[in-house]
Nanobody, 121 residues
Framework: EQLVQSGGGLVEPGGSLTLSCTAS????????IGWFRQVPGKQRAGLAC????????DVAASVRGRFSISRDAARNTVYLQMNDLKPDDTAVYLC???????????????WGQGTQVTVSS
């Protein structure tokens, strides 16, 4: 199952963006969903994760304090709020759900289509 992403685009340094990722109810309510980013030539980086059952969240130390993850059960949607964006945050951002419950974003099996975020003045 593919997840559906929205958001992204061009933003100036210091600006904010919110990315959305919508999943099926089955996946949303059982599997963890996380956000990753990919820069050409670099390894994909995990940014944040929210548990599908209890809603526990975690944010990578590299973006903690600027990025946050949340979810809306009524919309089966997970959000990535990005504040104080920097040029180094420029990347393709992807959301992914684990292929099964219990892996807390370590076994992505369902991916969004990706969205470009460019931070530039």
């Amino acid at each position: 199952e593919q997840l559906v992403q929205s958001g992204g685009g061009l933003v100036e340094p210091g600006g904010s963006l919110t990315l959305s990722c919508t999943a099926s109810a089955r996946i949303f309510n059982t599997n963890a969903i996380g956000w990753f980013r990919q820069v050409p030539g670099k390894q994909r980086a995990g940014l944040a994760c929210v548990d599908g059952n209890k809603g526990f969240t975690d944010v990578a130390a590299s973006v903690r304090g600027r990025f946050s993850i949340s979810r809306d059960a009524a919309r089966n949607t997970v959000y990535l709020q990005m504040n104080d964006l920097k040029p180094d945050d420029t990347a393709v951002y992807l959301c992914a759900a684990d292929g099964a419950p219990g892996y807390y974003c370590s076994r992505p099996g369902h991916w969004g289509q990706g969205t470009q975020v460019t931070v530039s003045s």
